[in-house]
């Protein structure tokens, strides 16, 4: 089996950009610069099969370019329990059509429908226990911002998970 996603690799101006506002905060597991992508669809685990009529549905799908960049820093979670620290962009719009044709995509190949709303960030850390205190550093980080970059292409990667967190490898490009 093979655990996939489909995602956006980031230039490496932004990764640094990101980078540098990560730290500081206890209990925090912050990303590396490797793992550092924009998510389009997590698709789980499939077998070498499924990851195939996958690869072909996704080679089929046409979009236009366009750009993006860095907006702001959020938060998943709620007062009693934050799960992880995001990095948003904007606009989102492209975005969550790129994401609606990909799903459609990837139904096609045989996949249940993803059934949360898609939201368009860059995880940043992920948090484990209780509440965690974040207002320093979303205050530090002020108006999270960058230069616009040009999104053409998205990737089919492959995750492997360990006890020192996920390596991620392209396997196709689109």
Do not use: C
């Not at 655990?3 to 101006?13: A, C, D, N, W």
């Not at 990101?18 to 077998?47: I, K, P, Y």
Request: charged fraction near 25%; proline fraction near 4%.
């Amino acid at each position: 089996m093979l655990r996939l996603f489909v995602g956006l690799s980031l230039p490496s101006e932004v990764r640094h950009r990101l980078l540098g506002v990560m730290g500081g905060v206890s209990g925090a597991r912050w990303q590396t610069e490797d793992q550092l992508h924009l998510t389009l669809r997590f698709l789980g685990e499939l077998s070498e099969d499924r990851a195939e009529d996958v690869d072909t549905a996704l080679g089929r799908l046409q979009f236009d370019p366009f750009d993006i960049q860095l907006s702001g820093l959020g938060t998943f979670g709620n007062d009693r329990k934050t799960r992880a620290l995001w990095a948003g962009v904007s606009p989102e719009a492209p975005l969550a059509d790129l994401a609606q044709r990909i799903e459609q995509a990837v139904v096609r190949a045989g996949l249940s429908p993803e059934t949360r709303r898609y939201s368009p960030h860059i995880t940043l850390a992920r948090f484990k226990g209780s509440r965690v205190r974040l207002d320093r550093v979303l205050e530090a980080s002020g108006q999270l911002w960058s230069p616009a970059w040009q999104v053409d292409q998205f990737h089919l990667y492959r995750s492997h998970l360990s006890h020192s967190g996920a390596a991620y490898e392209i396997l196709a490009s689109y």
